[in-house]
């Protein structure tokens, strides 16, 4: 019964979030619309954080990797070949699943901490190689003018920040959705059974290295359409965009909504990226201090945030966290995951 | 006759300890075989070379006719051998019922083999009466890390089960069980199909002369004796080693 009201309030919160995102770009201004748009592209490369770290249990740093890649074929594509947002959307994809499959045999059979390193190298090391290779991305001047987009063929370009908002919106949405459906799969459950124990998912005859191969692939495909979305809202990208302080931020906001959660990932991502931007003139050059102090406050407040913090980041080879009693917000996680 | 599975010589050492030392083990299609012996003797050594997660530095292990030496704990499973080990080990913030689809899935036939949901659809419909055979329905949608440690024994052998397995290696099973669910576990793995081979590590003799044709005894790493029940009941050489040191 009070599982029921607490989804109830749940499901009544989200749709009001919804209703003020949706009028949102009627009642702020057209600068602020934009970043709005922008922080809606972070928000979805934290969902993709979220499914490695708290679904497979791959903490990472990195997926800012897999957003740049999508980012920048979105911006070639967009300038030289078309305009459409359907094409962009599944070029992008496409860059950032395949970075991610590049990348699949440094991350998967590491773990933990590891993994953590791992991944921020890789993040660094492609914007590096975007500072470098000038002739196709422009090098740290980055790519600007890239001309509007128009979300389908026969469809008018996205002349003003509100439609573009608008489409980073839908975009958003429905690929959330379709993140949410892929967990209810079989997909979804063998990648939450591999958190809980892998040796134990082995035993019973699953092959993990693939299981986690295909979750790398899939947030890889998540962040690069996150990317196309980043291009949608700024016409303009630079390896500024994707620096480790915004993996950093991500995995932040990731945490603060407690890992496995998808709403909660979404909305703790949002939360981080706006109290950057809002801090960033309030306080110019604190914001890293009152972001650390938060992640901190969050890491005690949050027990959720903690315990399943732990589980995640335990050595290789350690065993599962094995609770003889979980604590009852890890049950309501676990519950909001079956529906 | 040649058996399911035949492990010869197999050595492991930890150390300067001989874990196992030369050990030789044959177990035929359908057979209820016991793995006896004194703590320490290197019983469950021998479960974990069987079962692909220790290597052993000298020896064989053959399933089926082929060489599965260099097969690990997945490949092993897919091919029939399902563990249940000492401590109960299942997926805690899974259900009971989301723990035996898991198991379920990688030798599950598909019901709807082209739609989509196939195959988590048969193994679903799988996991119900496994379930209700372990007497663990009324817990079914219950987080397996909530729930008592005999039922978490009881739902991890209903998920070596569901994997549909031709060789079941038990590791005392009934450790930790109460005497309802002891007697539970005793009537599930007599009414087990035929097909299916069992190799039970058990301290309770009473539990291995009910369950067992076949009894092996392993003391120090190396096999003392194997036989019958009654043979082995009767024999001087295991009283002997039991006097010695028996948990
Ligand atoms: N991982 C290990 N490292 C070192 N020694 C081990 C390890 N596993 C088992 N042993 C030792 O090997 C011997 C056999 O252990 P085990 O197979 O667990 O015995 P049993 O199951 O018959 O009680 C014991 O002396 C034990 O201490
Ligand atoms: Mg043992």
């Known amino acids: 019964m009070r599982g029921e009201v607490i989804r109830r309030v749940r499901g009544g919160i989200a749709a009001l979030v919804l209703v003020g995102l949706v009028v949102a770009p009627w009642v702020v201004d057209d600068y602020t619309t934009a970043i709005l748009a922008r922080t809606l592209a972070l928000a979805l490369v934290g969902v993709s954080v979220a499914l490695l770290t708290g679904v497979a249990g791959m903490p990472t740093l990195g997926q800012t990797a897999p957003y740049a890649a999508g980012a920048y074929a979105c911006a070639v594509v967009g300038s030289r070949v078309s305009d459409v947002g359907v094409v962009q959307l599944v070029v992008a994809a496409a860059a950032g699943a395949l970075l991610a499959a590049l990348t699949v045999p440094l991350v998967v059979h590491a773990r933990g901490v590891i993994v953590l390193m791992i991944t921020l190298a890789i993040g660094e090391l492609v914007v590096i190689v975007l500072g470098r290779w000038r002739s196709v991305t422009g090098g740290t001047d980055g790519l600007a003018g890239i001309p509007a987009v128009r979300p389908f063929w026969g469809l008018p370009a996205l002349a003003n920040d509100q439609a573009r908002y608008l489409y980073a919106l839908v975009v958003v949405a429905t690929l959330v959705g379709a993140v949410l459906v892929l967990l209810r799969t079989r997909a979804g459950l063998v990648l939450r059974a591999g958190r809980d124990d892998e040796t134990r998912l082995r035993a019973s005859g699953h092959r993990v290295a693939l299981h986690l191969s295909g979750a790398h692939i899939a947030a890889g495909a998540i962040a690069g359409a996150a990317g196309s979305l980043l291009v949608v809202a700024q016409q303009y990208i630079s390896p500024a965009d994707f620096g480790f302080d915004t993996s950093a931020l991500l995995l932040l906001g990731v945490v603060i909504g407690g890992t496995a959660s998808v709403g909660g990932a979404l909305v703790g991502a949002a939360l981080v990226i706006a109290v950057r931007d809002w801090l960033f003139g309030v306080l110019p050059g604190h914001a890293p201090l009152v972001l650390g102090a938060l992640f901190v406050a969050t890491v005690y407040l949050l027990p959720t945030g903690v315990n399943r913090a732990r589980g995640r980041l335990r050595p290789p080879g350690a065993p599962a966290l094995q609770p003889e009693q979980p604590a009852a917000h890890d049950q309501a996680t676990v519950a909001e995951l079956h529906r | ?247």
């Open chain 2, 1 to 247: 006759m040649t058996g399911l599975l035949e492990a010869q010589g197999i050595s492991v050492r930890y150390g300067s300890l001989a874990a196992l030392d030369g050990v030789d083990l044959r177990i035929h299609d359908g057979q209820r075989h016991a793995l006896i012996g004194p703590n320490g003797a290197g019983k469950t050594t021998l479960l974990n070379v069987l079962g692909g997660s220790t290597r052993p530095q000298r020896g064989t292990v053959r399933f089926d006719g082929r060489d599965v030496g260099r097969l690990g704990p997945a490949a092993r499973a897919r091919r029939g051998i399902n563990r249940i080990h000492q401590r109960p080990a299942v997926f805690p913030t899974l259900t009971a019922t989301e723990n035996v689809v898991v198991a379920a899935l990688p030798r599950v036939i598909p019901s709807r083999r082209w739609r989509p949901g196939g195959r988590r659809h048969a193994a679903q419909r799988l996991a119900g009466p496994l379930l209700d055979q372990m007497g663990l329905t009324a817990v079914a949608a219950v987080p397996a890390g909530h729930l008592a440690h005999g039922q978490r024994r009881q739902l991890e052998i209903a998920m070596a089960l569901a994997g549909r397995p031709r060789l079941l290696l038990l590791d005392e099973p009934a450790a930790g069980l109460s005497a309802i669910e002891v007697g539970r576990l005793v009537e599930l793995l007599q009414a087990l199909p035929r097909a299916v081979a069992v190799l039970l590590v058990e301290h309770r003799l009473d539990l291995v002369y009910a369950l067992s044709d076949t009894v092996t005894v392993l003391r120090d790493g190396q096999r003392l004796a194997a036989g019958t029940p009654d043979e082995i009941r009767t024999s001087p050489l295991v009283r002997q080693a039991y006097a010695d040191g028996v948990a």
